[in-house]
């Protein structure tokens, strides 16, 4: 049996008559789920390469951290030898005072520097051999000090002039410099991995943009051979041109900025998405009538689709911003902080019945007020989410004064989940139910965590299926008035 035929050429933009229905309306439905297929594949792979150049990228600063706090102790103790050497030579006490400020906070160093090669088993074992030649060379120089104050300046030069300060110092030199000549090999190739990483990312976008105009292109023609509008599909294609050359000139600038490379691959995929969501709405508001259910539901798809990805973006975009914003501290009260939040959820609250009890001392806190304000309204916004089928959904926010600061609770009655999952939730776009059950990207208790990094706090977590969550924030230093001021719950 003969296929209907086609009639549409081959050079773009032209279209000439309107294709047969049928042939039209199978070739548009191929088209659109292949399109959203291919979309979500590149999407997904785009977005994994740019977490992997942000891992790599936090492991590069992370190796700059080590060498910088390792040559900090050496410093440090450089300014002990210095400092108990000029008070054995003059014998006055202003040459102590870089050997005591040194002797204070060097083993703080050697704490710091342990914690930094953690995960690092034999910078640790070279971090043990510093902490020993550091505390050998310290008791050397008090033995020094020591005979200067009492036998005088004789015997201290004869317990000086025997060596063995300067051998414990030179040997310090030496395992600091194997210490740091190593860290140095592995920033190497940490910052090999980053740029192969970036130039991967670059490539990935290239081929996500390209895949967004073919797609775009194509459910463009097939739409208006349908309706038969010739010069409008024209002048959609060169509009569409023009508008993808502006988006590869900018897009060829900003890769020049390797530091702002996270923000810069989100940024430049979101326009893309609007061009995708924006014709698709324009052809199911305008083209409605002449398209079958089959690829009106198809278009529905990639509306949606469009929306999810958009909100993934944008969650990615608020966690890199994270990485280069610095916080501004200013005094925030705790109470109206929570007042305000829940003010602006008030309908929400009211429409699904929530029961919601407040209970806060008189707490002053110097802080970072945007980003708690963001830990807050993350934490607020899942505990209404994950509680709504409750009866009745119920939230508590408390707040306690710890000898190190304050610990604000967050508590919910909702779905809970499974304690052995709990560092899993503190992850980018980690996801503990399906995006069909309770919408959502799995990037708030990211962002949250990330927010608290900055501040200096931490969080956790307490909970069992059906049976509820409470979050825990820790925060440091506050200023609290002394008697609690308890707000009756309120639904």
């Not at 900090?72 to 400092?83: A, P, R, S, W």
């Not at 509820?468 to 707000?487: S, W, Y």
């Amino acid at each position: 049996m003969n296929r209907p035929t086609s009639h549409v050429k081959t050079t773009l933009p032209a279209l000439t008559a309107p294709l047969g229905k049928w042939s039209l309306e199978k070739s548009l439905t191929r088209t659109l789920v292949m399109a959203v297929v291919v979309l979500i594949i590149v999407s997904a792979a785009s977005i994994y390469i740019l977490l992997a150049f942000i891992v790599d990228a936090g492991q590069v600063q992370h190796t700059h951290q080590v060498i910088e706090q390792a040559q900090t102790t050496l410093t440090k103790m450089i300014d002990v030898e210095t400092g108990a050497r000029g008070y054995v030579i003059v014998g006055t006490d202003p040459y102590l005072e870089p050997y005591q400020r040194g002797r204070a906070s060097v083993m703080q160093d050697v704490a710091r520097l342990r914690e930094l090669v953690a995960d690092n088993p034999r910078q640790q074992s070279a971090v043990k051999s510093i902490q020993a030649l550091i505390e050998r060379r310290l008791v050397v120089a008090e033995e020094l000090i020591e005979l200067r104050t009492t036998k005088g300046f004789a015997a201290a030069q004869t317990k000086m002039e025997g060596g063995a300060g300067l051998r414990l110092m030179d040997q310090l030199r030496e395992a600091s410099h194997q210490f740091i000549d190593t860290e140095n090999v592995l920033l190497s190739t940490r910052e090999r991995e980053a740029t192969s990483q970036a130039y991967r990312a670059v490539a990935g976008l290239g081929v996500l943009v390209t895949l967004v105009a073919v797609m775009i292109l194509f459910v463009g023609r097939y739409v208006r051979a349908e309706v038969g509008l010739r010069e409008q599909s024209r002048r959609l294609v060169e509009s569409l041109n023009a508008e993808l050359a502006q988006r590869a000139a900018a897009l060829a600038a900003k890769n020049d900025d390797l530091k702002g490379f996270a923000y810069t691959v989100s940024h430049d995929l979101k326009a893309p998405l609007r061009g995708i969501s924006g014709y698709a709405q324009e052809l199911e508001r305008r083209h409605k009538e002449g398209l079958s259910e089959r690829a009106q539901f198809c278009i529905s798809q990639i509306i949606t689709a469009s929306k999810n990805l958009d909100r993934l973006i944008e969650d990615l975009l608020t966690y890199s911003r994270l990485e280069a914003e610095t916080p501004t501290l200013s005094e925030v009260n705790l109470t109206d902080l929570v007042q305000s939040i829940l003010r602006d959820r008030s309908h929400t609250l009211t429409e699904l019945g929530v029961e919601v009890s407040v209970q806060l001392p008189p707490l002053v806190l110097l802080t970072w007020e945007r980003g708690l304000h963001q830990v807050l309204t993350n934490l607020i916004d899942n505990a209404i989410k994950y509680s709504r089928a409750a009866k009745p959904p119920r939230l508590n926010i408390t707040a306690e004064t710890l000898a190190e600061g304050v610990r604000v609770s967050v508590a919910d009655n909702g779905i809970g989940f499974d304690m052995k999952y709990h560092d899993r939730i503190f992850g980018l776009f980690n996801r503990l139910v399906r995006a069909s059950e309770f919408e959502g990207t799995g990037a708030g208790l990211a962002i949250v965590k990330k927010l608290l990094d900055k501040l200096g706090g931490s969080i956790r977590a307490e909970s069992e299926p059906g049976a509820g969550a409470t979050f825990f924030v820790d925060l440091p230093a506050a200023t609290a008035a002394a008697t609690p001021a308890t707000l009756e719950p309120t639904s």
